[in-house]
């Protein structure tokens, strides 16, 4: 006797063998789970299979989740227990090369996070028909998700760090056309690099010994930062330390320029 359990089970399956057809006649795509996953998680998967090629078929080329064969089970990052992530994604990542297709990251990525990007960004990816199998493919992870804290924090300190090393063509290129410092009106970048330099020739031989940053506020394409750093100099026989803010403007990826930099003594 069939409790109503194993009604809706039935009843399940039923509609997941029709959408596999479906798939198979749509967009050529054959799924084949054999039994082994029960008809709830089985159902999960064909929702993201035909999330993935509605997704593709909408775009002129080819998906990259078509292009690399429409795997037949891949699983969703939400279905993995965390034990089996660096498996999947390991197998996940050797599919793709064998497609010249590389996926990679500037940065420590969680490999969760990493599988997600890969199954629900790269998948619906439009490549070439026929790709030069020369070539590869190469997806960042920071092109999709770029890690706008750390650009600005690596921009700051390269800035200050050329300017204890006095290299000013490298500090003057990190400079917008037009910076503001302490008093209102934006100052040309040429006249506030020659107040800066005048401000820091006033030490002899000043190094930098520390650099933290209090605060990292972004806005849209603007980053205000506030920094505290420290410096000795062999004409002041206590470390000096003080606080200077800058604006950056963000003119491409991982590259942002200073447009405000204040400093208590350069006006």
Known sequence: MSTPESHNSHELQFDNDVRKLRLLAQYGV????NGLLPPEFERLWLDELEDINEKAESKDGLSVFRYIGSPKYIP?????????VPEELTRLLLLLKEHHIEVQSDRDVDPRELYRFITEEVFTEEVDQIPIQTKRKRYCYDDYHPDLQGEVRRSVTFFL???FEKQWKLVEGMLAQKVQAVKMTPLNREVFLE???RWFNTYQNPQLCGLGFEKVKIEQEEAFVTTVISFWAKDHPEEIEVRVNFRLMRQDRD???ISGVFIPWVH
């Not at 054959?30 to 789970?33: A, F, H």
């Not at 969703?76 to 089996?84: H, I, N, S, V």
């Open 30 to 33: 054959e799924v084949q789970t």
């Open 255 to 257: 590259l942002w320029s």
């Open 76 to 84: 969703t990052a939400d279905e993995l227990f965390r034990t089996d």
């Open 161 to 163: 760090n050329k300017l």
């Open 195 to 197: 107040k800066l330099m």
